[in-house]
């Protein structure tokens, strides 16, 4: 196998196959990637056998074939190329000969005959905006259990609907919701969980297409397709039954407070500096008229401010973990925030105030028994 | 001490024979003869403890009951009583009390007191003591020792000089004098083991360790040997005696063991010892507002092989229904199917105090069993600890086992209910 590709084109594609070569070195083929060129193109695969990637790029073809080498060595060189034009070789022995202007490599490469194969995509099951997808990813994502054990709480949610789509995503202890209105009249109700690797694979995808980039969704019995452009993801799928989430989301206003998202992020931040490492507990206290954040602990200290906002509840005095708030106010893109609580024991929901046409979303936080 | 003006008057309440002056109490008839506590003759298990006349053929605590019987065939054997203990084990706390701010129960039978400062409002140390003495006497019915030092230390080996039912006032200065001739095994913490040892460098009172260079101590014994030397000489040194009576200190842990009187493999006998051991540990949990990250299963096989296999939850638990499930979890994982099982224990470790994270997806659920179980809590406060129960455990209910505190144990602190099955 022989082409020549532009050095460019080719960092980006392997760019996107890091994520997905598997890092512990098990097995280690899976280190590698796949490369074969075939037509006017070279494809790149890579898999740790929960995700895989395939992407290609347009490549003048010498000759048709394919190999393996390892990933990130591959990248980490053509990185450091001059921006020009490189053709790669497969030799008789699995190397690989790199030669781009006055620079010759050999790199050891493996067999492409123990290269696991991936899944073929069957009949697509819908086609959304990439960057939709991809912003309740992020809205969604920080909120998914980072316990190994909680199986079907590592990944989050995505339901489809002709009106639109939800994605949700749980720890336990919080809940992160998002509802995007999407004409898709065509669809019938889809519902998968998406693991979170897979989820930080498409935010990637989403950066490299462009604000027009479609995705086209489909699934087989224990896989899920994602197609971008010439690029194709491929995840398992996380089974289990997701909790029931419309139990958890509140069906009640509660006593409602709009605040200055950065006003209340940086008192958070700065007194949470102050609660104990572990827990990160920190108290919010609502007065007619005044709220108040603080935060102590034995081995630190304490600290406390008041933050603008009108409240004209009844006085609520209620703990929180203050990373779970921040991980909202860090990506929420509004500048006002509004929180609904109803007493120190019930969950807290946040969401952005005012009106959003694309988005609806929703965070609920449990409380801290302080 | 360097200072006497600075120096502590501690005083060490020790219970005489407690647990056999309890059972007298009820049975008066057991007075004046050899009594064991702990069960009958033939069982498995272990001696709790033994009255004077009993200790007298050899018996002690800690000996296995079918040992004491050979060394004293005529002794009345009895079973142990904790609910009994417990709570004259509180009268003798409410009294305590009375005489100090600063009370630190160390065992069920037990406690420091800090008498510092109280010279004015009872009297000197000697006449404090007795007005102490006598009230115990007036609101138990029950004898004690009490030795007075500067020193916990010193003052727990003044108590147990005393016995049985005397004072001992180590006066201030002589703390030194008052240890040198008495045998090494006399300070706590000082065991078969570290006798031994400094048998093997001719050192057999705590005088001959006194004179001994700290250095060479610190070398064959390590910190130990340092915390050896401190308290050959009379001072708090080491863990434990370091720390203030009364300093508040949480456990680092809590478990409880079951030994079964017969080696079993029998699931409807096993599951429920589980359950009735998760209720324990929940049970101190709650008592102490802890919750554990970390429940750990100890299991010995009839071949005395043992394992210990532990699980770290995601939330924090101090509930006996997680704790059980948790408990059951790892031993279904780790038994070696159809083996017989001699031993059982659950430990609950990673202790979390402060706020807790509340769960978004069972809340309802654990808030309804937290709410249960502390009522069940009071109730077993108020009927004792059988008078509630999981249906699973039921089954599993043993007679409690218990042990005075083993002498050498520098004993635990007040509130801590600690009978671990011997």
């Known amino acids: 196998m022989e082409f020549t590709v532009a050095k460019a084109d080719l960092v980006r594609e392997l760019n996107l196959s890091q994520g997905v070569v598997e890092k512990k070195t098990t097995i280690p083929i899976l280190s590698n990637v796949l490369i074969e060129a075939a037509g006017e193109r070279v494809t790149l695969t890579a898999t740790d056998l929960e995700l895989g990637i395939r992407c290609s790029c347009p490549a003048t073809v010498l000759r048709e074939g394919s190999g393996t080498i390892p990933a990130k060595r591959l990248l980490d060189y053509v990185r450091l190329l001059p921006e020009a034009d490189l053709t790669l070789k497969f030799l008789e022995n699995h190397w690989a000969a790199i030669t781009c202007g006055r620079s010759r490599t050999r790199m050891a490469g493996m067999s492409r005959e123990s290269y696991p194969g991936l899944p073929d995509m069957p009949d697509p099951v819908a086609e959304i905006p990439i960057g939709l997808l991809s912003s309740m990813i992020a809205r969604t994502a920080f909120a998914i259990s980072v316990e ?56 990637k995808l989403a950066q490299e297409s462009g604000p027009e980039g479609k995705v086209v969704l489909s699934a087989d019995e224990n896989h899920l397709f994602f197609y971008v452009g010439e690029r194709l993801l491929i995840s398992r799928k996380l089974t289990g039954n997701f909790p029931d989430y419309e139990r958890v989301l509140p069906k009640d206003e509660g006593y409602g407070l709009t605040l200055d998202r950065e ?20 108290r919010l206290q609502l007065h007619d008229g005044e709220v108040k954040v603080f935060s102590s602990s034995v081995e630190t200290g304490e600290s406390e401010e008041s933050i603008p906002g009108e409240y004209e509840g009844p006085d609520i005095d209620i703990g929180f973990n203050a990373n779970y708030l921040l991980d909202f106010l860090r990506v929420v893109p509004q500048e006002k925030v509004c929180l609904e609580l109803k007493d120190g024991k019930s969950a807290g929901e946040f969401k952005p105030s005012g009106d959003d046409a694309t988005f609806r979303y929703r965070y609920v936080v449990m409380p801290m028994r302080i | ?55 007298r053929f050899g018996v002690h605590s800690a000996l296995p009951l079918r040992t004491a019987y050979k060394l ?100 201030p200065g002589q703390e030194a004098r008052f240890l040198a001739p008495l045998p090494v095994r006399k300070i706590p913490g000082v065991g078969k083991v570290t006798e031994k040892d400094l048998r093997g460098l001719g050192i057999r009172t705590v005088g001959d360790l006194a004179r001994l260079d700290e250095a060479v101590l610190g070398e064959r014994f390590g910190k130990w040997g340092l915390a050896l030397a401190g308290k050959a000489r009379g001072r708090d040194a080491g863990g434990w005696f370091d ?28 599951e429920p010892v589980l359950a009735r051991l998760a209720a324990m540990v929940g049970r101190r949990l709650r008592e102490y507002g802890l919750h554990a990250r970390t429940v750990q299963l100890k299991l010995r096989y009839s071949d005395f092989s043992t394992i210990t296999r532990a699980q770290t939850l995601s939330d924090p638990t101090q509930l006996d229904t997680e704790l059980f499930e948790q408990a059951r979890r ?69 007679a409690e086992r218990t042990h005075e505190n083993p002498a050498g144990l520098p004993g635990r602190k007040r509130g801590q209910r600690d009978f671990p099955e011997k």
């Open chain 1, 148 to 203: 190994e054990s909680r199986f079907t709480l590592n990944g989050a949610l995505l339901v489809l609907r002709p009106q639109g789509a939800i994605m949700v995503a749980t720890d336990g202890h919080r809940l992160a919701y998002v509802e995007a209105s999407c004409q898709m009249p065509e669809m019938k109700p889809f519902r998968v969980l998406i693991p979170k690797k897979a989820m930080a694979e498409i935010v």
């Open chain 1, 263 to 282: 006003e209340v992020r940086g008192s958070i931040e700065r007194v949470s500096q102050f609660s104990d490492e572990r827990s990160r507990a920190i």
């Open chain 2, 1 to 55: 001490m360097e200072n006497i003006f600075l120096a502590k008057t501690i005083f060490h309440v020790d219970m005489d024979a407690f647990f056999v002056s309890v059972e007298e109490l009820f049975d008066p008839s057991l007075k004046g003869k050899a009594v064991v506590v702990g069960g009958r003759p033939n069982e498995r298990g272990v001696v709790s403890a033994a009255s004077y006349e009993a200790r």
């Open chain 2, 72 to 171: 004293c065939p005529q002794a009345v054997f009895v079973d142990g009583h904790p609910e009994r203990y417990r709570v004259y084990s509180k009268r003798v706390f409410s009294v305590l009390e009375r005489f100090s701010p600063l009370v630190e129960m160390a065992s069920i039978d037990e406690a420091y007191l800090d008498m510092t400062g109280t010279e004015r409002l009872l009297g000197p140390p000697l006449k404090a003591a007795h007005r102490l003495h006598e009230a115990v006497k007036a609101e138990t019915c029950l004898n004690c020792s009490i030795g007075i030092s500067t020193a916990r230390l010193v003052a727990k080996v003044a108590s147990d000089q005393a016995k049985p039912n005397g004072i001992l006032w180590v006066l």
């Open chain 2, 243 to 270: 720390s203030e009576v009364g300093a508040e200190s949480d456990p680092k842990s809590v478990s409880h063991e079951h030994t079964f009187g017969e080696d079993t493999a029998d699931l409807d006998v096993i």
């Open chain 2, 330 to 398: 790892l031993f279904y994982a780790n038994w070696k199917t159809g083996a017989r099982v001699r031993l059982l224990g659950v430990h609950a470790g990673s202790l979390e105090s402060g706020a807790q994270q509340m769960s978004i997806l069972e809340e309802d659920n654990s808030r309804r069993w937290k709410a249960a179980l502390e009522a069940a809590d009071r109730l077993r406060d108020k009927y004792g600890e059988s008078a509630v129960s999981l249906a699973k455990a039921l089954k599993g209910a043993f």
